[in-house]
């Protein structure tokens, strides 16, 4: 398989975590990558910076995705990318986050694989890892937390997703893609026994200009969401470890509010 290390080789994909958001988050190896490119697939949250590491002759093609709103099916994206590596190109397909966390590389590999051709895969920093550390918010902790586990808040739908046991003491939630079904997930975490005053924490544009950390109780979830007007791209933590984080608290601050407000 040809890889960075021989730069002579053409017509070849490498698959790029671009990592949350910060361009300095991205690994010495995804520069690289970009370094060589002759062609960059990327999603659409991708800082103009990272895309500017590209030599300034590569052909850029935005894929952007939105919630039930697509420039290009995935059909299509996997098409483009082989087309160009037929006709000799260094293909970097460059996604948010990490391309196996929630990012259908894995559809990539496997389109790519299906043509014949060669692909390497640069992992990057997940958007539960660099949004978590910037909250300061440990997603395991000794005494709080001995296993993490990573749901899509929207799947092919909510009810087809079990989500029985991993959520609760002990234990971390990480929810992707969960602001428009919060009230759902709130509702359907109780329903499978998660205590209503768990704590819950929303990490808004995480790494990004205006990036947010706020907290709340699971049963509040939908409410604040709602009152907060929180948008797209942000994580949903679930667990005793979002105590630990800088999140604000907005049930503590909403009460005050109320309190003054019968005064």
């Known amino acids: 398989m040809a890889t960075l290390l021989d730069p002579q080789a053409r017509g070849r994909v490498i698959l790029v975590g671009a990592?949350?958001?910060?361009?300095?988050?991205l690994t010495v190896r995804a520069v690289e990558a970009l370094r060589a490119a002759d062609v960059v697939v990327h999603d659409g949250l991708i800082d103009r910076r990272v895309l500017d590491?590209?030599?300034a002759d590569a052909h850029r093609i935005s894929v952007a995705k939105k919630r039930d709103r697509?420039?290009?099916p995935q059909d299509a994206i996997n098409a483009l990318i082989v087309a160009h590596v037929k006709a000799?190109?260094?293909?970097?397909?460059?996604k948010g986050g990490d391309p196996f966390i929630f990012g259908r590389g894995g559809e990539e590999v496997e389109a790519v694989r299906a043509a014949g051709l060669p692909i390497e895969v640069i992992p990057g920093v997940s958007a539960a890892l660099g949004c978590a550390a910037?909250?300061?918010?440990?997603?395991?902790h000794r005494d709080h937390s001995s296993a993490v586990s990573f749901v899509a808040g929207q799947c092919k739908g909510l009810s087809d997703q079990n989500w029985s046991g991993?959520?609760?003491?002990?234990?971390?939630?990480?929810?992707?893609?969960?602001?428009?079904?919060?009230?759902?997930?709130?509702?359907?975490?109780?329903?499978?026994?998660?205590?209503?005053?768990?704590p819950v924490a929303v990490l808004e544009k995480g790494t990004l200009?205006?990036?947010?950390?706020?907290?709340?109780?699971?049963a509040d979830l939908g409410?604040?969401?709602e009152r907060e007007k929180v948008e797209s791209p942000a994580i949903i933590v679930v667990g005793e470890v979002v105590e630990l984080s800088d999140a604000e608290d907005k049930l503590m601050r909403w009460a005050r509010v109320a309190e003054a407000a019968a005064a």
């Open 70 to 72: 697509h420039t290009l």
């Open 134 to 140: 910037e909250a300061m918010l440990p997603l395991t």
């Open 19 to 25: 990592g949350p958001g910060d361009p300095g988050l």
């Open 209 to 218: 200009e205006g990036h947010r950390a706020i907290k709340t109780l699971l």
């Open 166 to 198: 991993l959520a609760g003491k002990g234990r971390t939630l990480v929810i992707y893609m969960g602001v428009a079904t919060a009230a759902d997930i709130a509702d359907k975490l109780i329903a499978d026994g998660v205590a209503p005053d768990m």
């Open 223 to 225: 409410p604040m969401v």
């Open 88 to 94: 000799g190109a260094i293909v970097v397909r460059l």
């Open 53 to 55: 590491l590209a030599p």
